[in-house]
């Protein structure tokens, strides 16, 4: 028969990150602006000129999200920013994607599961790009904190790769938990 301290020590071993029985879960929202509350609309162009009514273009949307967090998208020179929070406009600032194109058409939230929900501390996102003829896409894996600010963690390739989804999965799983936004630096997962 294992000692009481064995079975302790198991049971705290069960509960470290990356453990099996520690598993997190996933939810899915979907990402689409066309179903999104409009928050802002231009007025202006890229260059700053004033434009017609009849051209005002919305250029940023709250779109709901999963476990009380909002997920903001804003359009800008040919390329969309996203940013988390839990109210009317994003918790901190947009991050950006250095190539032209768009975020979605879902969003994965990474947590443990709590009362049938899952509690979220990570989203991974696809951002869909397209430059000088070239098209392709990458995940990124976001740390989330329960007031919605978010930093980005990590971006993982996806053209060409089959096994991106799990490796940025493993990534919010592994990384999110421990990584310090104000510390410790993005990186890219091959």
């Known amino acids: 028969m ?18 099996a029985l520690a598993a997190n879960d996933s939810a899915f929202t979907d990402l689409d ?5 409009v928050i802002h609309v231009a007025t202006t162009d890229e ?20 476990g009380g967090l909002n997920v903001f998208v804003a359009y800008g020179d040919s390329r969309e920013g996203i940013a988390f929070g839990t109210g009317p406009k994003p918790a901190g ?13 879902r969003v994965e939230w990474r947590g443990p599961a709590r ?17 000088d003829g070239r098209s392709g896409s990458d995940l990124a894996v ?17 053209a060409n790769n089959p096994t991106a989804n799990t490796t940025a999965t493993r990534t919010a799983n592994d990384r999110a938990p ?5 510390k410790d630096e993005p990186f890219e997962v091959r």
Request: aromatic letters at 12%; one cysteine or more.
């Open 93 to 105: 600032d947009y991050m950006w994607h250095p190539k032209f194109g768009s975020w979605g058409p």
């Open 115 to 131: 009362g049938g929900a899952v509690e979220p501390f990570a989203a991974v996102v696809r951002y869909r790009w397209s430059v």
């Open 2 to 19: 294992p000692s009481l301290s064995r079975l302790a020590a198991g049971a705290v071993l069960s509960l470290a990150p990356g453990s």
């Open 142 to 158: 976001f740390k989330l904190s329960r007031d919605g600010r978010a930093c980005r963690i990590a971006w993982v390739p996806a």
């Open 47 to 66: 260059a700053g000129n004033t434009l017609p009514k009849r051209d005002h273009y919305a250029d940023e949307w709250r779109c709901p999200g999963h």
């Open 178 to 182: 421990e990584f310090d936004c104000a």
């Open 33 to 37: 602006v066309k179903r999104c509350a």
